[in-house]
């Protein structure tokens, strides 16, 4: 779960497991409340990235409001993309202009640990 308030309304992001078969990824979902009585769901806000993508599955993240944009940082995963070590994770990155529920994400900011990490001794 990861909170955000903004304007007195509180934007509650979750991953939403649909339990598919076949599986489909995991996306991200939201949910939004001003009294912490009445809800309103706003659905899938970040889609998983497809069967090919670094975000198949949309794990846990955070939100950042810079003053001009929202920034949704989170951790991308695909059991297709492996390493010798076993499954590849990444950091993933969504931005967004004010409105919660449109997100735009950035592979070619996407990052993780590389695959062959050097040998030796670290200093």
């Known amino acids: 779960l990861v909170p955000c308030e903004r304007d007195g309304r509180l934007w509650l992001f979750y991953l939403l497991d649909g339990r598919c078969d076949p599986p489909t990824g995991m996306p991200w979902a939201l949910a939004s409340t001003d009294d912490f009585v009445s809800y309103t769901d706003h659905g899938v806000v970040l889609p998983s990235g497809g069967t090919d993508a670094a975000d198949y599955d949309c794990y846990t993240g955070c939100v950042i409001d810079d003053g001009n944009q929202l920034h949704l940082f989170y951790t991308g995963h695909n059991p297709a993309r492996r390493t010798p070590a076993g499954d590849l994770q990444v ?6 202009d004010g409105d919660l529920t449109q997100w ?3 592979p070619d900011h996407t990052f993780g640990a590389p695959t ?5 001794p670290f200093p």
Do not use: L
Not at 91 to 96: E, K, N, P
Not at 116 to 120: E, I, L, N, R
């Open 91 to 96: 950091v993933c990155h969504a931005t967004s």
């Open 104 to 106: 735009r994400k950035h």
């Open 116 to 120: 062959d990490p050097p040998s030796g």
